[in-house]
């Protein structure tokens, strides 16, 4: 059984009772509360008066057969609910709910700054047949857009290249990152972004997972490749510093959580994704 069933329509809430579970969202932060140990996503009657505005939700899903539905929280933490970064809740809650929650996030995201037809400036209806806003009057169906982006971990012999990026916190090292630009295969960005960044040629590209990364609306798709050609080095403009390092000599890691920690931690450990 799929742990979550996403909810097929654009629906508002309702249709909520007490026993709905609650996915409050406040920036990159979703809100959660503790049960025997564990970190888990309150009801609808655990949530404060005015926390929620429960005309701006929508239904998410069923979340192993509970409904879940989605909010902005501008609430106040107390000592039972509190705020998680999204990112942190990825390494401690199941993926069924992850997937629950990537849904909420992306979707109150989109419709809020979906509200008009961008072709006739009309404003907008839910569609009744499939997650979408309709224009009343020309008829537009906006969907909500996701930003691919792959993200890849070079080999060279028993070797990883880690970057600084310019937007990392200090001293962050991760994997080599970008978006899918228009009219490229993944295939054609991967080796782009890595040439533009990096000066490298890479071969033996492999397909590794992908993470939906709603900070505001990513998909990233990881892959694997082996160093081909080229001498490192960096445009300048996104990297700060790059270098390969081996598993026993790191430099600062990106969070648990996200798919590039979890490809660089492969590497360093099982390596499942490398040959
Ligand atoms: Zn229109």
Redesign the pocket.
């Known amino acids: 059984m799929r742990d979550f069933i996403p909810t097929p329509i654009l629906k508002n809430t309702d249709k909520c009772t007490p026993e709905t579970k609650v996915i409050a969202i406040s920036g990159k932060k979703v809100l959660v509360t503790q049960q025997n140990g564990r970190i888990t996503l309150p009801r609808l009657s655990d949530m404060p008066a005015g926390s929620i505005d429960t005309a701006s939700g929508l239904a998410i899903g069923k979340l192993r057969d509970e409904e879940c539905a989605g909010f902005i929280f501008t609430g106040k933490e107390d000592e039972r609910l509190f705020l998680l970064e999204m990112r942190s809740a990825f390494t401690m809650i199941p993926p069924g709910s992850c997937y629950a929650l990537c849904r909420a996030k992306s979707l109150l995201e989109w419709k809020k700054r979906r509200n008009f037809?961008g072709?006739?400036g009309?404003a907008l209806v839910p569609s009744e047949n499939d997650i979408a806003m309709k224009?009343p009057?020309?008829k537009?169906p906006f969907y909500p857009q996701l930003a691919p982006a792959v993200i890849v971990a070079i080999t060279k012999d028993d070797k990883i290249l880690l970057a600084h990026n310019f937007r990392f916190q200090e001293r962050v090292h991760s994997l080599i990152a970008g978006f899918v630009e228009a009219g490229e295969s993944i295939e054609q960005a991967v080796a782009r972004e890595i040439y533009e960044e990096t000066h490298l040629n890479v071969c033996d590209l492999r397909y590794v997972s992908s993470q939906s990364w709603p900070f505001p609306n990513s998909l990233m798709l990881g892959f694997t490749a082996k160093y081909h050609s080229g001498t490192l080095e960096l445009d300048g403009t996104e990297l700060e510093c790059a270098d390969w390092y081996t598993p026993d000599n790191l430099p600062q890691l990106p969070e648990k959580g996200s798919i590039a920690r979890m490809i660089i931690d492969d590497f360093c450990s099982e390596k499942r994704f490398f040959d």
Do not use: G, S
């Open positions: 037809c072709a006739c009309a224009c009057v020309c537009e």
